[in-house]
């Protein structure tokens, strides 16, 4: 087996155009390059950047919130975690004009274009890849959902146009198994028929509303797409070895 193969990752070099805050929490980070024209990118899909770290660099796993391939450009959305780390740091200090590597976006979860109606449940961290799958839904598509952020400060603004979706807030709870959130998805009403639910955010939560969905609400397995977007003690989770 070629191990030097399997372990080989696509560099892209990127420049920073812009930087801007979304929340008091998160920032957005425009990143420009000649080949992010050429890339496909699926609602939802997220890729890797490579922060700066001691005297080399760390894996991190960012969310894209924009592709503009006529532009040669895509926004990610990074949330700034209190335990802090290489991208938390890279995330308050970058600026326009630095130089960033990137790896090729991928994609856990996208849309089921064949769902009677799509459910979008997370916290902040999975607001920004489920609020860029339902901009890209059709302005007919039915949609439910609810999203889990600490307080009112950090609810994620979705694409200007689309109807929001509810906030519930956990205050001082846990975000880890998050009791709030699994409390407002057992009291949403939902659309009838078949439909298609996107679980996105820390794992245990994850976990915890997918087990509620199948025995409780009888959906199928297959029918409920997740995405852990972060586990306690874990930095650059989903991002594979550095």
Same mark, same amino acid.
């Given at each position: 087996?070629?191990?030097?193969?399997?372990?080989? @990752?696509?560099? #892209?070099?990127?420049?920073?155009?812009?930087?801007?805050?979304?929340?008091?929490?998160?920032?957005? +980070? *425009?990143?420009?390059?000649?080949?992010?024209?050429?890339?496909?990118?699926?609602?939802?899909?997220?890729?890797?950047?490579?922060?700066?770290? =001691?005297?080399?660099?760390?894996?991190?796993?960012?969310?894209?919130? @924009?592709?503009?391939?006529?532009? &040669?450009?895509?926004?990610?959305?990074?949330?700034?975690?209190?335990?802090? /780390?290489? /991208?938390?740091?890279?995330?308050?200090?970058?600026?326009?004009?630095?130089?960033?590597?990137? *790896?090729? !976006?991928?994609?856990?979860?996208?849309?089921? *274009?064949?769902?009677?109606?799509?459910?979008?449940?997370?916290?902040?961290?999975?607001?920004?890849?489920?609020?860029?799958?339902? &901009?890209?839904?059709?302005?007919?598509?039915?949609?439910?959902?609810?999203?889990? &952020?600490? /307080?009112?400060?950090?609810?994620? $603004?979705?694409?200007?146009?689309?109807? $929001?979706? !509810?906030?519930?807030?956990? =205050?001082?709870? $846990?975000?880890?198994?998050?009791?709030? #959130?699994?409390?407002?998805?057992?009291?949403?009403?939902?659309? &009838?028929?078949?439909?298609?639910?996107?679980?996105?955010?820390?794992?245990?939560?994850?976990?915890? +509303?997918?087990?509620?969905?199948? *025995?409780?609400?009888?959906?199928?397995?297959?029918?409920?797409?997740?995405? $852990?977007?972060?586990? !306690?003690?874990? !930095?650059?989770?989903?991002? /594979?070895?550095?």
């Amino acid at each position: 087996m070629n191990y030097a193969r399997r372990t080989t @990752r696509t560099a #892209l070099l990127t420049r920073v155009r812009s930087v801007s805050a979304v929340t008091a929490h998160m920032r957005e +980070i *425009e990143l420009a390059g000649p080949e992010i024209s050429r890339l496909r990118v699926r609602p939802g899909a997220h890729l890797v950047v490579r922060v700066p770290a =001691g005297d080399g660099h760390a894996r991190r796993v960012y969310s894209i919130w @924009r592709h503009s391939p006529r532009d &040669a450009a895509l926004t990610i959305r990074v949330l700034e975690h209190a335990a802090g /780390g290489p /991208g938390c740091a890279w995330a308050r200090t970058v600026a326009a004009g630095d130089r960033i590597t990137v *790896e090729p !976006p991928r994609s856990k979860i996208t849309l089921d *274009e064949t769902a009677g109606f799509h459910l979008f449940i997370g916290d902040e961290t999975a607001a920004v890849p489920l609020l860029a799958m339902r &901009a890209a839904l059709p302005s007919t598509a039915r949609v439910a959902g609810v999203f889990e &952020a600490a /307080g009112a400060g950090d609810e994620v $603004p979705g694409a200007e146009g689309a109807p $929001p979706l !509810p906030w519930v807030h956990r =205050g001082t709870a $846990p975000a880890v198994a998050s009791r709030v #959130l699994l409390r407002a998805v057992r009291e949403l009403e939902l659309p &009838a028929g078949s439909g298609a639910a996107y679980l996105a955010g820390e794992s245990d939560t994850c976990r915890l +509303i997918q087990r509620h969905l199948v *025995e409780q609400r009888g959906w199928s397995r297959r029918a409920v797409h997740l995405q $852990p977007q972060w586990t !306690p003690g874990r !930095p650059g989770f989903g991002a /594979g070895q550095s």
